[in-house]
C-alpha cells in the first residue's frame, strides 16, 4: 500500500476507531497510532486537521508528495482502505460494492443505538430492551442479508477477502457480546455465526485479537469496559 506512513488518532478505547485497525491488521498495513486526546481537543476547530471537529482522523501521505493528508469520518476512512487495500470485492461492480455500502449503513444504525444505550445516564434502564428488542431486530436482518447473499463459504462480496463494512459488524458484534456473551449472542443466527468465526479465523485480525493490542475499554464509559 502506497500511502505509508499512517498514523491512526483515536480515543484510547476500541469504539469508531476499532473497525478501522481491524482492516490495517487484517491487511498488514503497517501503522502507527496516536492516542494524543490533549492534542485533539486542543486542536480540534482547525478544519485543516479535523474537517469535522471529531475523531477517528487517518493521516496519510500520497505516493510521491511527502504531505501527510488528513481523513476523516470512520465510514470515509474504511473506504478509502477498500479502495487502496483490495477490500472492494471481485467485479468492483457498483451494484455489489452498493451491497457493501448498504451492510455499513445498517451497521452505522446499529451503532447508534448502541451508542445513545451505553454512554446514556440512563443507561441501567436502557439495558434490557436493547438486548430484548434491538440487538435481536439487527441481528436477525444481518442473518437474512447474508443468507439471502450465499455468504456461506466466505464474504460478503468474495470468497476470500472481507468488505470494509464486515469490520465494522465485527466490531459490533464484540461491543454487543458485553451485553450477551458469545457464543450465545450468536447462536440463533447460524450464517452470521459461521460468518463469524470464519472472520475471527483470519491471520491478521487473529494475531491482532491475541496480541494484547486491543484496547481494554470499548467505549468511553466503565460499562463499556471488558476488564
Ligand atoms: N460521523 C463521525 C462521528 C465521529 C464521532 O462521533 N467522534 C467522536 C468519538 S467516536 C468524537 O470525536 N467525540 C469527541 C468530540 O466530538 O469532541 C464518524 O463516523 O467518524
Same mark, same amino acid.
Given at each position: 500500500?502506497?500511502?505509508?506512513?499512517?498514523? $491512526?488518532?483515536?480515543?484510547?478505547?476500541?469504539?469508531?476507531?476499532?473497525?478501522?485497525?481491524?482492516?490495517? %491488521?487484517?491487511?498488514?498495513?503497517?501503522?502507527?497510532?496516536? @492516542?494524543?486526546?490533549?492534542?485533539?481537543?486542543?486542536?480540534?476547530?482547525?478544519?485543516? +486537521?479535523?474537517?469535522?471537529?471529531?475523531?477517528?482522523?487517518?493521516?496519510?501521505?500520497?505516493?510521491?508528495? #511527502?504531505?501527510?493528508?488528513?481523513?476523516?469520518?470512520?465510514?470515509?476512512? $474504511? /473506504?478509502?482502505?477498500?479502495?487502496?487495500? #483490495?477490500?472492494?470485492?471481485? *467485479?468492483?461492480?457498483?451494484? +455489489?460494492?452498493?451491497?457493501?455500502?448498504?451492510?455499513?449503513?445498517? &451497521? =452505522?444504525?446499529? @451503532?447508534?443505538?448502541? !451508542?445513545?444505550?451505553?454512554?446514556?445516564?440512563?443507561?441501567?434502564?436502557?439495558?434490557?430492551?436493547? !438486548?430484548? %428488542?434491538? !440487538?435481536?431486530?439487527?441481528?436477525?436482518?444481518?442473518?437474512?442479508?447474508?443468507?439471502?447473499?450465499?455468504?456461506?463459504?466466505?464474504?460478503?462480496? *468474495?470468497?476470500?477477502?472481507?468488505?470494509?463494512? =464486515?469490520?465494522?459488524? $465485527?466490531?459490533?458484534?464484540?461491543?454487543?457480546?458485553?451485553?450477551?456473551?458469545?457464543?450465545?449472542?450468536? =447462536?440463533?443466527?447460524?450464517?452470521?455465526?459461521?460468518?463469524?468465526?470464519?472472520? +475471527?479465523? /483470519?491471520?491478521?485480525?487473529?494475531?491482532?485479537?491475541? *496480541?494484547?493490542?486491543?484496547?481494554?475499554?470499548? @467505549?468511553?464509559?466503565?460499562?463499556? &469496559? %471488558?476488564?
Amino acid at each position: 500500500m502506497d500511502y505509508t506512513p499512517i498514523t $491512526l488518532h483515536y480515543f484510547p478505547i476500541c469504539g469508531r476507531g476499532e473497525p478501522i485497525r481491524l482492516l490495517l %491488521e487484517d491487511a498488514g498495513v503497517p501503522y502507527t497510532e496516536s @492516542n494524543d486526546v490533549g492534542a485533539f481537543k486542543a486542536r480540534k476547530f482547525d478544519f485543516a +486537521e479535523y474537517a469535522f471537529g471529531q475523531l477517528p482522523r487517518l493521516t496519510v501521505t500520497p505516493p510521491g508528495s #511527502g504531505e501527510p493528508t488528513h481523513l476523516v469520518q470512520q465510514g470515509a476512512i $474504511l /473506504r478509502f482502505l477498500a479502495r487502496v487495500a #483490495g477490500y472492494e470485492g471481485v *467485479s468492483g461492480d457498483a451494484l +455489489e460494492v452498493a451491497k457493501a455500502d448498504m451492510l455499513q449503513d445498517a &451497521c =452505522e444504525d446499529l @451503532n447508534g443505538e448502541y !451508542v445513545r444505550m451505553v454512554y446514556s445516564p440512563q443507561h441501567d434502564a436502557l439495558v434490557e430492551p436493547f !438486548v430484548k %428488542e434491538t !440487538v435481536p431486530r439487527y441481528l436477525g436482518q444481518f442473518e437474512a442479508f447474508f443468507a439471502a447473499r450465499a455468504v456461506k463459504d466466505g464474504f460478503l462480496l *468474495s470468497a476470500t477477502t472481507p468488505s470494509y463494512a =464486515e469490520f465494522h459488524l $465485527l466490531y459490533l458484534i464484540q461491543a454487543l457480546a458485553l451485553f450477551v456473551p458469545l457464543p450465545a449472542l450468536l =447462536e440463533p443466527y447460524p450464517a452470521l455465526a459461521a460468518w463469524h468465526a470464519r472472520f +475471527e479465523a /483470519r491471520e491478521g485480525v487473529r494475531k491482532y485479537l491475541e *496480541s494484547g493490542r486491543v484496547p481494554k475499554q470499548k @467505549n468511553g464509559v466503565p460499562r463499556g &469496559c %471488558e476488564c
